[in-house]
């Protein structure tokens, strides 16, 4: 999910679809193109995209970024971007994809999960609201839009159970958008406020252990309640973890946390 600028929100992009829109799609072991597009791919990661499949594979964060995570910085973004390290043979193929498909199905990324259906955000500097949009981008190989059933972009997200992946990737865009512009004073994302901001992020079994371990809760005021969410609930963590970015990156408020 990204962030786009119109200068009419409240037109449609080229190739967005309206979201009573209706296109056909069905892929099974039966279409001939069945797992190619699983191969060779730029792969984003979303933050509860890591938790998902860390948790489901029984690893660490740290090893799950170790074995499994390329982190890039793009040219013009002051936030690295997480991508799935795709396997070392010639037709690198998903790590996770095995003869039969994918053998990480009900936890598979969001971008799997809603393939060929791709989502981006407006935002409307006039109210200071978000609209969600929809694009139908299936590949040119793809031969599931011959046949297939017909769906629209909510019927489709939520038989994909796609719905927590939206809510969680929504929460995501709305703080990455604040990196349009570099917040680091020169020191860059690779320095100090960079990392703690990644950790936070990315990494949940670390961030955990900041919170608990070191001085922050010194630093920070933090309702008894949620605490005792964020303790032993990653996805909690995680959204207490956006919000302490904001907080700490950017000085945006909170309900969650206030500094002492």
């Not at 933050?47 to 390329?70: A, C, M, T, W």
């Not at 680091?184 to 955990?208: H, S």
């Amino acid at each position: 999910m990204k962030y786009i600028e119109l200068d009419d929100p409240r037109s449609l992009p080229d190739g967005a679809i309206a979201d009573d829109a209706l296109f056909s799609f069905d892929c099974n072991p039966g279409v001939s193109c069945f797992n190619r597009c699983c191969h060779n791919l730029n792969l984003f990661l979303y933050p509860y995209d890591v938790i998902r499949l860390k948790q489901h594979l029984g690893l660490s964060s740290d090893q799950f970024l170790e074995r499994h995570v390329d982190v890039v910085l793009r040219d013009g973004c002051f936030f690295p971007e997480v991508l799935l390290s795709m396997s070392e043979t010639s037709e690198k193929p998903c790590p996770f994809l095995s003869p039969s498909g994918c053998s990480v199905y009900p936890h598979r990324p969001e971008a799997c999960r809603m393939f060929p259906v791709e989502q981006g955000l407006v935002y409307d500097a006039k109210t200071r609201q978000n609209r969600k949009i929809h694009f139908f981008k299936p590949p040119e190989f793809c031969q599931g839009t011959t046949d297939g059933k017909q769906w629209t972009p909510s019927a489709w997200i939520k038989d994909q159970g796609a719905e927590d992946y939206n809510r969680m990737t929504q929460r995501w865009s709305e703080l990455i958008r604040l990196f349009r512009s570099d917040p680091w004073a020169g020191e860059g994302p690779g320095g100090k406020r960079g990392k703690m901001a990644f950790m936070a992020a990315y990494n949940m079994d670390a961030f955990r252990e900041f919170v608990f371990k070191s001085s922050f809760l010194k630093r920070y005021r933090i309702a008894s309640a949620h605490l005792d969410k964020v303790r032993g609930d990653d996805v909690e963590l995680l959204k207490f973890g956006l919000a302490w970015i904001a907080l700490f990156i950017w000085g945006k408020p909170s309900p969650l946390l206030k500094p002492r």
